[in-house]
């Protein structure tokens, strides 16, 4: 008497149980071993679920409104190959969903890109467009001449440590 095994619920086209899911192939920008360690980092997980916490629907404004996407990837708008030490800064993320993340590393400077105010911890927001502005070489009217210096809680870590006092 032989013995089979029972069948197994999946859904269709689902692989076979014990296939390890494959990992994302990199883009062309993000190819560099050096960059894509950055990503791999728990910090980073936690900076980039912290963004995604606040900020669950893509920023990206389309004729006037807000994309209406569940957002999906953390988009730097200054790379990392430009500035490293501004990987981890909840100021230089937005979130797009996928149709939405433009295919270079950071913010393209000749982009008509807007997106929606960034959402941080302890009501903190920030408005990227003043951002991608200045690196443009342009003011906004909302940049109120901060001349691009961060507010006194502009990183995660300091945003955490004051909501422990």
Known sequence: MSWHKPPTARR???????????????????SDPAIRAYYKTAEWARVRKLCLTFNPVCQLIVNGEQ?????RIAHQLISP?????????????????????????????DSNNVYAITNGIL???????????????????SDNGRDGK????????????????
Request: net charge positive; aromatic share 6%; with cysteine.
């Open 81 to 109: 190959r430009v500035n490293p030490n501004k990987v981890y800064d909840w100021q230089n993320i937005v979130m797009v969903c996928d149709a939405h993340h433009p295919d270079t590393p950071g913010e393209p400077i």
């Open 150 to 165: 961060p507010g006194s809680y502009h990183t995660v870590e300091s945003l955490l440590k004051r909501l422990k006092r």
């Open 12 to 30: 269709p086209g689902a692989p076979p149980p014990g296939d390890k899911p494959k990992l994302p192939v990199a883009r062309g920008y993000d």
């Open 123 to 141: 009501g903190a927001t920030f408005d990227p467009n003043t951002l991608i502005a200045r690196m443009r070489g342009t003011a906004l009217p």
């Open 67 to 71: 994309c209406h996407q569940p957002a």
